[in-house]
């Protein structure tokens, strides 16, 4: 079935830039949804449809898809950015939603 | 507000079954489609099962398939995962998620998410 591959982790200073990605072949036709997730916390939803921003999330964050890679960019990187983020997407092919492996952001 | 809550997680021994449940409220919760994803200690989201709203739409993850099934009772606003022939390869936090919007499929975002609820299979 379809495979969503991401960085294990990466670790970004504060103010800087992040960009994590999340390859799959032929990615940029589906349409990729990313989640935030911290310690003990649920998911959030904070890029959908490749780059739309649901409320309450700053516009630091953005998202694009292209080819066979989708990516997350976090801008001006703050503390409280440091967290899990998982890309998924629908694969009408095997009727399942996939989720990437999921990257670990350290703000150091 | 949208609320989510699970419930009937536990310990259970390999070859057990387990009944999970969410109530959901804050919302018409007919009109909008649920997904069971769950999360092994220390790992990643797992996709678990998806059920539309009127309940002619269900898929599920290769892993659970033919152990597990969702069911919804739009009535009482429930949403419920029964798991049969557990393993202990299932043991994992389970989460109830709703899709952002209402009438949307599968291929839309999950807008919201319970708290979770354990499941340990263990002997």
């Not at chain 1, 003990?40 to 292209?66: C, F, M």
């Not at chain 2, 007919?30 to 790992?43: C, E």
């Not at chain 2, 049969?84 to 952002?100: F, K, P, Q, W």
Request: charged share 15%; with cysteine.
């Amino acid at each position: 079935s379809y495979v969503l591959t991401q960085p294990p982790s990466m670790s970004v200073a504060p103010g800087k830039t992040a960009k994590i990605t999340c390859g799959g072949n032929n990615i940029g036709s589906k349409s990729v949804h990313w989640y935030q997730q911290k310690p003990g916390q649920a998911p959030v939803l904070v890029i959908y449809s490749d780059s739309d921003r649901p409320s309450g999330i700053p516009e630091r964050l953005s998202g694009s898809n292209s080819g066979n890679t989708a990516t997350l960019t976090i801008s001006r990187v703050e503390a409280g950015d440091e967290a899990d983020y998982y890309c998924q997407v629908w694969d009408s092919s095997s009727d399942h939603v996939i989720f990437g492996g999921g990257t670990n952001l350290t703000v150091l | 507000e949208v609320q989510l809550v699970e419930s009937g997680g536990g310990l259970v021994q390999p070859g057990g079954s387990l009944r999970l449940s969410c109530a959901a409220s804050g919302f018409t919760f007919s009109s909008y489609t649920m997904n069971w994803v769950r999360q092994a200690p220390g790992k990643g989201l797992e996709w678990v099962s998806y059920i539309s709203t009127t309940s002619s739409t269900i898929y599920y993850a290769d892993s659970v398939k033919g152990r597990f099934t969702i069911s919804r009772d739009n009535a009482k606003n429930s949403l419920y995962l029964q798991m049969n022939s557990l393993r202990a390869e299932d043991t994992a936090v389970y989460y109830c998620a709703r899709i952002g919007v209402s009438y949307c499929g599968a291929d839309c975002p999950i807008k919201y998410w319970g708290q979770g609820t354990l499941v340990t299979v263990s002997s």
